[in-house]
């Protein structure tokens, strides 16, 4: 009885060990992460206040995260692009930043310039190759241009070859000229009949009618 007593005893005091190692553990990574977390805050903050400095001394710690991301997976390039950080920019791009990485709402770095951002930002993207057309949000950026009425944005996603995508939003069909009619934005428009980016007439009436029966890629290829 006193050996299976000894055993039992043994047994339970490497139970306990093993469970206040998990316990230990479990904390060390819950207060890692936190510390992790505020880093992070920290860093994007830094990115939207243009301490460059900070960005800079991150990158040349961890050359391989220049494109972490927050809880709404947005990146440091997002976050600079959405509020025109300039330099941010540059120094990310420069630091082979992703340009076609999408957070959360499918959007990507040039969404946010298009959005929100400067006809500058917008175009330290395109000259870093950000395609004009690639983005998993059905919102291209020249939809989101000519919604907002930016003449100069709009100007420059044609010059880098922007094609007029149709855009499907609960199913309703929209081209960028569309929107910006229906926004009355009368200088985008002209901009895009000149660059011969709008549909004619006809082609409206045949698009509204692909689109009242659904037929999406017959509208396409009107475009």
């Given amino acids: 009885m006193k050996w299976i007593n000894i055993s039992f005893q043994r047994l339970l005091c490497e139970n306990l060990l093993s469970l206040f190692n998990f316990v230990r553990n479990l904390f060390q990574f819950s207060f890692n992460l936190s510390i992790g977390r505020l880093m992070f805050d920290h860093l994007f903050v830094a990115v939207k206040e243009g301490r460059i400095h900070e960005v800079q001394a991150f990158l040349d710690a961890n050359a391989n995260d220049v494109d972490i991301q927050n809880n709404s997976r947005k990146t440091m390039l997002m976050h600079a692009c959405e509020n025109s950080c300039l330099d941010a920019m540059s120094l990310l791009i420069d630091a082979k930043a992703a340009l076609e990485k999408a957070d959360e709402r499918h959007m990507t770095a040039l969404d946010y310039a298009t959005v929100s951002g400067s006809v500058e930002g917008m175009r330290l993207l395109l000259e870093a190759k950000a395609n004009p057309n690639s ?89």
């Avoid at 985008?188 to 006809?202: D, G, I, K, S």
């Fill in 135 to 223: 983005s998993p949000n059905p919102v291209t950026p020249l939809y989101f241009a000519a919604k907002t009425g930016s003449v100069e944005k709009v100007k420059l996603l044609l010059e880098y070859k922007a094609s007029i995508q149709l855009v499907v939003i609960k199913a309703n069909c929209w081209t960028p000229w569309a929107i910006a009619k229906k926004k009355n934005h009368h200088d985008v428009m002209q901009v895009l009949v000149e660059a011969r980016a709008a549909p004619t007439a006809r082609d409206l009436k045949l698009m509204n009618d692909a689109c009242v029966q659904g037929r999406v890629d017959d509208v396409q290829r009107l475009l």
